[in-house]
C-alpha cells in the first residue's frame, strides 16, 4: 500500500467531498465515538466572530509560561497546515498528522467527512493521545453545529458576536448569537466577553444551566497606560502588562482570558509572573499584526464590518503617515460594502487581488464595488487590481515611501500571500 504524504492527504480530502462546509454533527460524533476519542484534562473551547484567534493565543502563551502542556487547535493556518495543531508551543510534525488522518480514515467506514471533519477529528484524536494538562480548541463557524463541539468543554468563551457567515448562522446578531452559544454546557463556565451580549445567547445558557460569566456583571477590567487590573467572582489579578498583542479589543479578549483561568483556578494554577509573561510573550501572526521595517506593513486578517471596525480603529490609533496603500482580498459572501466603508477614510491608493478560490470575490468586483460608492468623486479614486496578492502588495511596495503605510487585510488568502512572497524573499 501506498503510503501518504501529508500534503497528499491534505489533497486528497480537498476533493473528495463535494461540499465545503455542511453543516451537523452526527457524522462527525459517529466516527469520534468509533475512534475513542476523550479528554481527561480540562478542556476550554473558543468561540466568537472576532477575538477567537487572540483568545487562544493567550491562554497557551500564559499557560505555557506556567509550565502545563498544552495543546491549541487554531485555525486557519497562514504558511502550512501543522500551524493548527500545536503541542507544547510547536507545530505538530508531518508524521504525527498522517498517522491520525490514517486512523480517521480507518475507522470512518462509509461515513463521508468534509476536510474540515476528518482534519478535525485527526487532531482531536492527535491531542487525546499526548498526555497533555489542557486542549484550547477554538471554533471555525459558528459554534452549535461545529465540528469541535463534539467534545465536550469544561469552559467556554465566546468573545464577540456579530454579523458574518450569515447564510449558515442566521441574519441577525440574536441568531448568530444562539449558534455561538451553542458550545455551552449545563453545569460548565460559559464565558461572554461581548460588552452587549444578545439575549438568545444569554437565554440559552439560562435554560440548560449553563454557570453563565458576563463582562460588567461576573468580572471585568480597569486600568491607565501604563498597566490594567482584572476582577472576577473570587479572584483580583493586578499590575499587569498589557498584551503584547495590538488592537483596541485585546483587552476584552484578555479578560476572558483570565476568567476562564479563574473558573480552572484549582486544577491549573497559574500565578501572577506567569500572567504577566504570557501576555508579553503572546504571538499570533495576522491579527493587526505590524512588520519591522520602512514603509510600515500591517496584516490583518480583518474580513468582517465589526473587524473592520476594529482596525479602522488601531490604524487612527496609529502615527502619521502621508500615504496609506490598502492590499485587499475577500470572498464573494462577505459584507463587501460594510468592509470598505470601514477603511475608506484611512485609505489613500486601493490595491484589489483575486484570491486563489472559486467562492472568492474578483478583485474588478471589489472595485466595482468600492467606485459604486464614490461616482461623484470617481476620477479621484487611486484604485488598482491585481492577480495575486503577492503582485498586489508588490505593487505598493515600489510606490510606497519610506514613511507611508501598507495595510494588507481580508481573507486569511490576502495575508497568506504576502506572507508566502515576504518568506521566499521576494521582498
Not at 483556578?265 to 500565578?271: A, C, E, F, K, Y
Not at 470598505?340 to 491608493?349: H, N, Q, S
Amino acid at each position: 500500500m501506498h503510503l501518504m504524504t501529508l500534503p497528499e492527504w491534505l489533497a486528497l480530502l480537498e476533493n473528495r467531498h463535494s461540499k465545503v462546509i455542511n453543516m451537523g454533527l452526527e457524522r462527525v460524533s459517529q466516527v469520534k465515538e468509533r475512534v475513542g476519542i476523550a479528554f481527561s484534562c480540562p478542556v476550554i473551547m473558543v468561540a466568537g466572530t472576532n477575538g477567537k484567534g487572540s483568545t487562544c493565543a493567550m491562554l497557551e502563551s500564559i499557560l505555557l509560561q506556567a509550565g502545563y502542556r498544552v495543546g491549541l487547535y487554531i485555525k486557519p493556518h497562514f504558511l502550512n497546515f501543522n500551524e493548527r495543531a500545536r503541542i507544547g508551543g510547536e507545530s505538530a510534525g508531518d508524521a504525527d498528522l498522517v498517522e491520525n488522518f490514517e486512523v480517521i480514515e480507518a475507522h470512518r467506514g462509509d461515513v463521508p467527512l468534509t476536510y474540515f471533519e476528518h482534519t478535525t477529528l485527526a487532531i482531536l484524536r492527535l491531542f487525546s493521545q499526548a498526555n497533555l494538562d489542557v486542549v484550547i480548541l477554538e471554533v471555525g463557524l459558528g459554534g452549535r453545529l461545529d465540528a469541535v463541539n463534539v467534545i465536550d468543554a469544561d469552559v467556554s468563551i465566546v468573545t464577540s458576536v456579530d454579523m458574518d457567515h450569515m447564510d449558515y448562522l442566521g441574519d441577525t446578531r440574536e441568531k448568530i448569537g444562539l449558534e455561538k452559544a451553542g458550545i455551552f454546557r449545563p453545569g460548565k463556565a460559559a464565558i461572554c466577553s461581548d460588552p452587549v451580549p444578545p439575549q438568545s445567547l444569554i437565554y440559552h445558557a439560562q435554560t440548560i444551566g449553563a454557570d453563565l460569566w458576563l463582562l460588567g456583571r461576573d468580572f471585568n477590567y480597569s486600568g491607565d497606560k501604563q498597566q490594567w487590573n482584572y476582577g472576577g467572582r473570587h479572584q483580583r489579578r493586578h499590575a499587569l502588562a498589557y498584551p503584547s498583542l495590538r488592537g483596541a479589543n485585546q483587552l476584552l479578549n484578555a479578560t476572558a482570558v483570565l476568567a476562564a483561568l479563574e473558573v480552572l483556578r484549582d486544577r491549573l494554577p497559574v500565578g501572577a509572573q506567569e500572567v504577566r509573561s504570557g501576555f508579553v510573550l503572546v504571538d499570533l501572526p495576522g491579527r493587526f499584526q505590524v512588520l519591522p521595517g520602512r514603509p510600515t506593513v500591517v496584516l490583518d486578517v480583518a474580513h468582517n464590518p465589526h473587524a473592520a471596525a476594529t482596525l479602522a480603529q488601531n490604524l487612527s490609533n496609529m502615527g502619521f503617515h502621508p500615504t496609506t496603500f490598502a492590499v485587499f482580498g475577500a470572498m464573494q459572501d462577505k459584507d463587501i460594502d460594510g468592509i470598505l466603508a470601514k477603511l475608506k477614510p484611512y485609505v489613500d491608493e486601493w490595491y484589489f487581488t483575486d484570491l486563489p478560490l472559486p467562492r472568492a470575490a474578483s478583485a474588478e468586483f471589489l472595485r466595482q464595488k468600492l467606485l459604486a460608492t464614490e461616482i461623484a468623486v470617481e476620477s479621484q479614486i487611486k484604485v488598482q487590481t491585481f492577480p495575486s496578492p503577492m503582485d498586489a502588495y508588490a505593487n505598493a511596495q515600489s510606490r510606497a515611501a519610506e514613511n507611508d503605510r501598507i495595510v494588507v487585510f481580508g481573507s486569511f488568502l490576502t495575508v497568506a500571500g504576502v506572507m508566502h512572497a515576504r518568506k521566499n524573499g521576494n521582498f
